[in-house]
């Protein structure tokens, strides 16, 4: 049986103990952003998230989606879930009040949507997507799209999704093949061509789907350049906002799928479907790339939730199982045998959940803290510095973080043992749903490319610099700390190396990409891993400072102390490996012939 | 018509609890407390009364330490109209529970009181009781259905025997059961308004209340462990231990 409650202790502790997050209230238009305010909004939600989403999981997983006569069905209880969430205003979190958002930071938008993932993601992918249409509209749309679309799309009536893949592109968004025909309507257009594995493509939860197109203009140069963003909906909108005659839109089928299958992934098919131009001509894809960091962190978070779950739910089965007993003698011996919890092995792999993912966690709070500075300081270079924390580590968060939630549903279910293997007790489900965001919004692999081929080098290595700078500061101070410096010094050394990896890599790959690329992947892990030994040791000096005036949260602060040591002790040294395989160059990768393998 | 909500912080109900090592009460260091759940259906039964025109105004009223604004905040967030917090750090029991809401009571003159017919940390089953009485006033405990009509509120009562319906002459006070209705989920809009809503703090000094115990606790226990059960052979074998192990045939 998997078990979820929300980790609203946790979340208080890096709001208000590790990260201050009275900084949010201070930034304009965040007034009311208080931490009384996370606390109570968290609350409520955690609420719906254990009470009404978490309980459809499992069955949603043994339904999944029925695809009839082209339409979705969605499992049984999901409808009136997504009316509960809608109603409670959640999916109008972070927009805009001016079209009828509550305004709130993406620093708490990021803890209600860990929430949800934890207790149902596949039932999270439908808001989801909606936010992301509702970004894209709300930064590249004009004031009438905006007027037409927003309202509905944030009260939750209508959904959104994001349609780029096609069959022959997935990736290389260069090749997308969908056209777009100028009518004599200005902005209008004629959307024919089919895109795949879209998200909440079709389904029967709200009245109406908004879907943003990437689509090719007649004229239109070839590549990337020549890509624009549409408006596509299922049915118009007529002139006072309300649903219209329905439109050229309709749902191919849906994929059968390892996991999510509460998420209707369709192929959607437009046949002469009015569109609507949104932004630049052309301009699709840098539309498109500003949306992207958000909802690459947004799977990043995805990862670590359901981490979260398995961590809740492996914790509880060591604790109850009873199964042989101690290495070093009976331990309980008023029972049959012992608990798991008592088997050294069994400790290390809890440990290993817990210690990524209460890291990243952390790591992610300081991400999204980054971000709400980003988009409201009022100093234009603050604000920069901030994106630019933002960008270098967004791909690492994605990554590392989908990499480790990955390992760590895995270990869930292997505690739990033949039992965990079975389909009623949820952990196998965890993992299924967890291997998709290692793929989506671009790849693990991509995710490296991009760190290691685009952000390392932007603007001559600034983007790194925001992150090496203050860690440097940071555990420099701390290393010769007589009660932190167990923590900082491990933590210090691994991002000296870190360092050094780096302008060595530079150096590389300037002369030969190839150098660069080979090594992207491991760099960005030991990179995670890194920022992970930062984030334990800033975590490390709270839990020490709090401690001894814990009143009787001792215990929650020694975990800490206890879970930082474990992560320095038999994690972090990943990274020497890491390092060492780095070292080696691109020559074992590269030096089998294409046609030998 | 004015309503007065009594809510009270209790350790939530999810919680597995744990007996103080030192057997004075149960830990409530770093766990997570809410509303209790009856008092819950108080609130979510004051706010359907407003909605369908009935109340005008809803308030709602906690006791204790600072934090229990929190609580009175999530009344707020359901859709009660304003609250009002005793101050205290003395442990609460129900007569001085009673005693403080009787003298608001006195204070705001509400038709109504609703009050959860028990807190599920102490499991009292008190305070209801002890306040219509204090009051003067008629009570229907363990509300399953609540109507009001004119100056009159018809409680229905589920007894051993079926449901009974009492009619109590308003100002009256009534104790919720759990099928009187579901709370609803707080919106994130009424979230957010419920920070402007205000929260007098009054202390039981100004109320002329002394809040002093009465009751002390000697020891609080864990309740005994289940035994492991036994597998009998045969029938003759489960009856002889039903009739001399177990004495229950």
Redesign the interface.
């Known amino acids: 049986m998997t078990v979820y409650r929300a980790p609203l202790r946790d979340y208080k502790f890096l709001l208000e103990e590790v990260f201050d997050v009275g900084e949010i209230a201070k930034l304009p238009g965040y007034e009311e952003a208080t931490a009384e305010t996370f606390a109570a909004v968290l609350a409520e939600g955690a609420k719906l998230c254990e009470e009404v989403l978490f309980p459809l999981n499992l069955p949603g997983d043994a339904e999944g989606c029925r695809f009839e006569n082209g339409v979705v069905r969605t499992p049984k209880g999901f409808k009136e879930a997504y009316d509960l969430f809608r109603q409670g205003g959640w999916t109008a979190l972070a927009a805009d009040p001016h079209y009828g958002g509550q305004g709130l930071p993406a620093t708490l938008n990021f803890f209600v949507s860990e929430m949800v993932a934890s207790a149902n993601l596949s039932f999270g992918m439908y808001p989801g997507l909606t936010a992301g249409a509702v970004e894209a509209i709300h930064q590249h749309g004009d004031e009438v799209q905006k007027k037409t679309w927003l309202p509905k799309l944030i009260d939750g009536t209508w959904s959104g999704t994001m349609c780029l893949t096609e069959p022959q592109c997935g990736t290389d968004l260069g090749q997308v093949k969908t056209r777009a025909v100028p009518t004599d309507g200005d902005g209008v257009y004629r959307i024919t061509g089919t895109k795949i594995f879209i998200s909440a493509g079709e389904h029967d939860l709200t009245d109406n789907i908004v879907h943003l197109v990437l689509a090719r203009l007649p004229d239109a140069p070839s590549g990337t350049r020549g890509i624009s963003l549409f408006i596509v909906p299922k049915f118009l909108a007529t002139d006072d906002g309300a649903r219209g005659p329905r439109n050229g839109v309709r749902c191919g089928g849906i994929e059968h799928k390892m996991g999510i299958k509460a998420s209707a992934t369709c192929v959607i098919n437009f046949d002469d479907a009015q569109g609507y131009l949104v932004g630049e001509k052309n301009g699709g894809m840098r539309a498109m790339f500003t949306m992207m960091n958000a909802a690459r962190l947004g799977v990043g978070l995805q990862g670590l939730a359901l981490g979260e779950t398995a961590y809740q739910s492996a914790r509880t089965y060591a604790l109850e199982r009873l199964q042989g007993r101690s290495p070093t003698g009976v331990k309980f011996p008023d029972k049959p045998a012992d608990p798991l919890i008592v088997h050294p092995d069994i400790r290390r792999m809890l440990l290993t959940m817990r210690a990524y993912t209460e890291g990243g966690r952390a790591l992610a709070a300081w991400v999204m803290q980054a971000e709400d500075k980003a988009h409201r300081l009022t100093d234009a270079d603050e604000r920069a510095a901030n994106d630019e924390l933002v960008g270098l580590l967004t791909p690492i968060v994605k990554a590392m973080l989908t990499d480790n939630a990955f390992l760590v549903t895995n270990l869930g279910m292997q505690i739990f043992g033949g039992h965990g293997y079975i389909h009623d007790n949820g952990m196998e489900q965890l993992v299924r749903d967890c291997r998709i965001t290692q793929i989506y919004e671009g790849a693990n692999g991509i995710q490296a490319l991009d760190l290691v081929g685009r952000k390392m080098g932007q603007h001559t290595g600034r983007l790194l610099r925001r992150f090496f700078h203050p860690v440097d500061q940071y555990l420099r101070a701390k290393m010769s700390d007589p009660a932190l410096g167990e923590f900082a010094l491990p933590a210090y050394r691994a991002f000296g190396r870190l360092q050094q990896t780096t302008a060595l890599l530079a150096q590389k790959g300037l002369v030969n990409p190839d150098e660069a690329a080979a090594a992207a992947a491991e760099y960005l892990r030991a990179f995670g891993l890194v920022a992970l030994g930062y984030v334990w040791t800033r975590i490390a000096e709270v839990a020490l400072a709090k401690r001894g005036m814990a009143n009787g949260e001792a215990a929650f602060y020694d975990a800490k102390l206890a879970t930082a040591r474990f992560y320095m002790a038999k994690l972090l040294p990943e990274t020497g490996a890491l390092f060492a395989s780095i070292g080696s160059g691109a020559k074992p990768v590269m030096e089998l012939a294409a046609e030998a393998f | 018509m004015k309503l007065l909500v009594a809510v009270k912080r209790v350790i939530d109900y999810?919680v597995k609890i744990r007996v103080k090592s030192d057997h004075t009460g149960v830990?409530?260091?770093?766990v997570?407390m809410?509303m209790n759940p009856f008092d819950e259906i108080g609130v979510e039964e004051a706010v359907r009364l407003k909605e369908a025109g009935v109340a005008t105004e809803i308030v709602a009223v906690s006791m204790g330490p600072a934090p229990v604004q929190?609580t009175i905040?999530?009344a707020l967030?359901m859709g009660a109209d304003r609250g009002i917090h005793v101050e205290t750090d003395v442990e609460l029991q129900p007569l001085a529970v009673a005693k403080l809401l009787k003298a608001i009571a006195e204070k705001e003159q509400p038709q109504l009181i609703i009050l959860g017919k028990q807190a599920i940390d102490d499991d009292s089953n008190a305070t209801g009781q002890m306040l219509a009485a204090l009051l003067g006033w008629p009570q229907g405990t363990f509300a399953s259905k609540l109507k009001i009509e004119g100056d009159t509120a018809l409680v229905t009562r589920e007894v051993d025997g079926g449901l009974e319906t009492e009619a109590l002459k308003l100002p009256a006070l009534i104790t919720t059961d759990l099928r009187l209705n579901e709370p609803r989920?707080?919106?994130?809009?009424?979230?957010?308004k419920?920070?402007k809503k205000t929260i007098a703090k009054l202390t039981a000094g100004e109320l002329g209340i002394d809040v002093t115990p009465h009751l002390t606790v000697l020891k609080v226990e864990e309740p005994p462990k289940r035994q492991a059960g036994v597998k009998v052979k045969t029938v003759e074998e489960l009856i002889d231990k039903l009739r001399n192990e177990a004495r229950v045939i």
């Open positions: 999810n830990e409530t260091a770093n997570k809410s929190e905040r999530t967030a989920y707080a919106s994130l809009p009424n979230i957010m419920a920070k």
